[in-house]
């Protein structure tokens, strides 16, 4: 039981670069999540989804797009990479049941966009 | 949206101190209110979580105090050890719209305990 995976664990890109994040989670949850960390302000959701074949937007989605084709994976995408979407990439899964919904973190991925 | 403020942003004690930290939300429909450790270089793992019908939760060292009409929740560390060393998040999330089944995070504190 690996939990939530994340690869790459780093990536520089050149301004208007693509890439793609990919995030796996063994644990049959239905929500997905993409959060990007930055000094001073926290965890702040770009996208999310609720179940395959869904997807949401959060706070920060501008320059994203996501892709849940199957349930255990959530894509993130960059079309063309800016110097500001320089961050750490937090994928986070949880299983809904009731009100409370604890996240599994993935290990995280540094993206650095020169 | 949801808004949640976090203060302070850093906090250094002494060990064998106590901790607070303090969040408010701005949705007073929110109504689960979870906190997160993040430990140098680590993936953020849920410590304590609070729901809007609960006033304080405790667990060992760590409570949750929940103030829904002014809408303000607390962390509190007991005898902070070291490991205690840390970066916490607030978070808070409205139940109820299956639009926004996401969690609206705090800044983060930055908590050193000093040996």
Known sequence: NAGVTQTPKFRVLKTGQSMTLLCAQDMNHEYMYWYRQDPGMGLRLIHYSVGEGTTAKGEVPDGYNVSRLKKQNFLLGLESAAPSQTSVYFCASSYSQGVNEKLFFGSGTQLSVL | ?115
């Open chain 2, 1 to 115: 949206g949801e808004n949640v403020e976090q203060h302070p942003s850093t906090l250094s004690v002494q060990e064998g101190d106590s901790a607070v930290i303090k969040c408010t939300y701005s949705d007073s429909a929110s109504n689960y209110f979870p906190w997160y450790k993040q430990e140098l270089g680590k993936r953020p793992q849920l410590i304590i979580d609070i729901r809007s019908n609960v006033g304080e939760k405790k667990d060992q060292r760590i409570a949750v105090t929940l103030n829904k009409t002014a809408k303000h929740f607390s962390l509190h560390i007991t005898e902070t050890q070291p490991e205690d060393s840390a970066v916490y998040f607030c978070a808070a999330r409205h139940t109820g719209d299956t639009g926004r089944r996401a969690l609206t995070f705090g800044s983060g504190t930055r908590l050193q305990v000093q040996p």
